[in-house]
């Protein structure tokens, strides 16, 4: 095997144990792979940042204000943002080298078990849309990439919708015409999210505020970065 | 169809380029000239060609795009038409949204726009681009010496009557760009379009302003990792080999430079790409300072016409290396430490003004032995640099205005660079990353400037290797014949 991301071959080396118990081939070689950092300890509970508080001071902001209180439970991601991961992300998105996103596979499978194994039972997994505009020109949608590494059926549910032009729309208009999604249909079981990346947490409340309109329960979100 | 074999490369690529269609569009149609220009020789995804889609269906229907199918496959192996990539794991399969179906793609050359099974490459086949003949566009005035003279006689020769290769097996500090005027110009008074391909970006950068201070009515484009007109649609590129990913049949003649370090890291894809650049008739220059065993043999067997110039442009000889034996030396530089015949040769050197270039085997090494050297040189102004060392343009100009006394380096400098006055020292010559043409590329960093044109050079080993043997010889073989023809 040769690793995904510098091309070196990566050597396995065969004991008595991984004969009779074979693991799962490796994606990246050994100088590679401890460039990924997992987020495991003290992170924000509500969003999966690294942080020294329960609660983080973004995702306080976000549940103090009324507009945004509760629409989502919470966010749990894979990996921290880190250089390695954006020349990652940079180069499987941007460039569109698909096959990158089985370098995430195994630790994005974990992490969604430990997270997601109970609410996973009834929750449908909805990845964000892209535009067509960007789905044509990237060749795929990358969280419909992640979904799909997860293991569990997928639905599209949302749709992304164009902006428009800003400047001609009423105050009102363009406060809801900042939200770039729309559901058809209605919706009464619970949704997990699924993106790429976990910025400021807008884009996926954007998401959730349209799924709760149409009578979603809950709704948790799941990224491959933070 | 006559093929051309460029057997320098054969043993590592040996490819047919008859999928590029040669034809011209019969249809006749008022077309503004710099519309050939801007895509003939081309090789060009869709999204590469900056038409609307109506004026582009429009010139498909004419004929003057021709689609070919971008990746092909026989025999369980895929082909990147592109790039040449037939490697296994550089291809990968992705559920494409654009034609809803499930294909590969090339990883090997993603970084310049992703090619999809399911989207054709595209060709020019319209009217052929014409380009401008000047009569003089060479306004260069120095002069060459007897041994440049020769070899650019002999380079305009090839260049002008096309269908040639000539190697041109100059030393290093021969002043080789000075030699192509001629036959540059000469190629362009006939018309001709001329790429000069080189595996480094520095040197395209070094070179581009050069070329337009001699050719300064002639199109020309700089092309490299970077550069900002990415169009190159002059007359004359100067281009790192990668960028040669977009032409086929493009050029008349083309120059490749340092044709010994193209396979670097042995990849297939540059030797692919540049002998698609040129056309079927196209003159095939080679430079090179030290030609590998292969081109070697060819010129021996007569197979590939060669000329020499064995003199650099000041008319010194180079200098020869001297090899030191060092017992211990590996157990030495492993604890960070120097053979004593280094500091010996240090205090008594003769010009003790000159900097110092010292090359060592590994990049751990060159950091490890900076301390040392700066406490036992008593020498304060020291580095180190290598590949991956961001900070390595800003120390090679650091050394050339003498901020720094002494650069410790790995094999990155051995080529293209030229410092004034410098003494140079290769620390574990034995070492197997020293191989004859580095060590005489090594050697060549010495006594370049016309002001101190000599300089010393010194192997440090702890036991001879053919490679310095050889180094050496060839060194020696070169001043010899240097000799004769000044
Ligand atoms: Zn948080
Ligand atoms: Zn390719
Ligand atoms: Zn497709």
Known sequence: MKCLWCEDEISMDITWVNVFFPEPPKKLCPSCEPDLEPLKDSLCHRCSRKSDTSVCPDCERWEHHPMWKGVLSFNRSVFSYNSTLQGMIAKWKYRGDYVLREAFQEVSRTTFKQTFQQIAKEAILVPIPLSEERLYERGFNQAEAIADLLGHPFQQKLERIDGGKQSKKSRKDRITSENPFRVEGSINKPVILIDDIYTTGITVRHAAIRLKEVGCPTVYSFTLAR | ?486
């Open chain 2, 1 to 486: 169809m006559f093929q051309k074999v460029f057997s320098s490369f054969q043993s590592l690529f040996n490819s047919s380029y008859d999928w590029i269609p040669t034809y011209t569009s019969q249809t006749s149609h008022q077309l503004d000239p710099s519309t050939s220009q801007l895509f003939a020789g081309k090789l060009l995804l869709r999204q590469d060609i900056p038409l609307d889609e109506q004026d582009f269906q429009a010139l498909c229907t004419m004929d003057y795009f021709q689609p070919v199918q971008a990746i092909v496959k026989h025999q369980f192996r895929f082909t990147c038409r592109r790039c040449g990539n037939n490697k296994k794991t550089l291809f990968s399969e992705i559920p494409c949204s654009r034609c809803h179906q499930r294909h590969v793609y090339c990883r090997k050359c993603i970084e310049m726009g992703r090619v999809l099974a399911c989207e054709p490459l595209y060709v020019w086949t319209g009217p052929t681009a014409e380009w401008e003949r000047q009569e003089t566009p060479c306004t260069w005035q120095g002069s060459l010496t007897n041994s440049q003279q020769q070899a650019s006689d002999r380079i305009t020769k090839a260049m002008v009557n096309g269908n040639e290769e000539l190697m041109v097996w100059a030393v290093c500090g021969a002043g080789k760009t000075e030699m192509l005027f001629e036959g540059i110009a000469a190629a362009i008074a006939q018309g001709k379009r001329v790429c000069l391909a080189t595996p480094r970006a520095d040197v395209v950068r070094e070179l581009l302003p050069r070329f337009q201070a001699s050719f300064p009515e002639t199109t020309m484009d700089g092309l490299y990792g970077g550069s900002e007109d990415k169009r190159g649609t002059a007359q004359l590129i100067l281009a790192t080999t990668h960028q040669l990913i977009r032409y086929a049949h493009a050029f008349d003649v083309v120059i490749i430079d340092e044709i010994d370090a193209f396979p670097y890291h042995g990849d297939p894809s540059l030797p692919f790409v540049t002998n698609r650049a040129a056309k079927r008739d196209a003159s095939m220059i080679y430079l090179t300072a030290t030609p590998r065993k292969q081109q070697k043999s060819r010129v021996q067997a007569n197979k590939l016409a060669t000329v020499f110039v064995p003199v650099r442009f000041h008319g010194h000889p180079l200098p020869a290396p001297k090899l030191h034996l060092c017992f211990s030396l590996q157990k030495q530089l492993k604890a960070a430490q120097l053979p004593e015949a280094l500091l010996k040769w240090y205090r008594k050197r003769v010009n003790p003004k000159r900097q110092l270039l010292i090359f060592v085997p590994t990049i751990e090494l060159a950091e490890k032995i900076v301390p040392t050297l700066a406490e036992k040189l008593s020498i304060s102004s020291i580095t180190s640099v290598h590949s991956s060392d961001p900070e390595r343009e800003t120390k090679v100009q650091q050394l050339r205005h003498k901020e720094i006394f002494v650069l410790v380096t790995t094999t990155i400098l051995e080529r293209g660079v030229t410092f004034p006055s410098v003494d140079v020292v290769v620390l574990d010559a034995g070492h197997r990353v020293f191989d004859e043409a580095a060590l005489v590329q090594i050697a060549g960093r010495a006594g370049r400037s016309p002001d101190d044109p000599t300089g010393e050079v010194i192997f440090f080993h702890d036991g001879r290797t053919n490679a310095m043997v050889e180094a050496v010889q060839s060194i020696k073989a070169m001043n010899k014949k240097g000799r004769t023809v000044k």
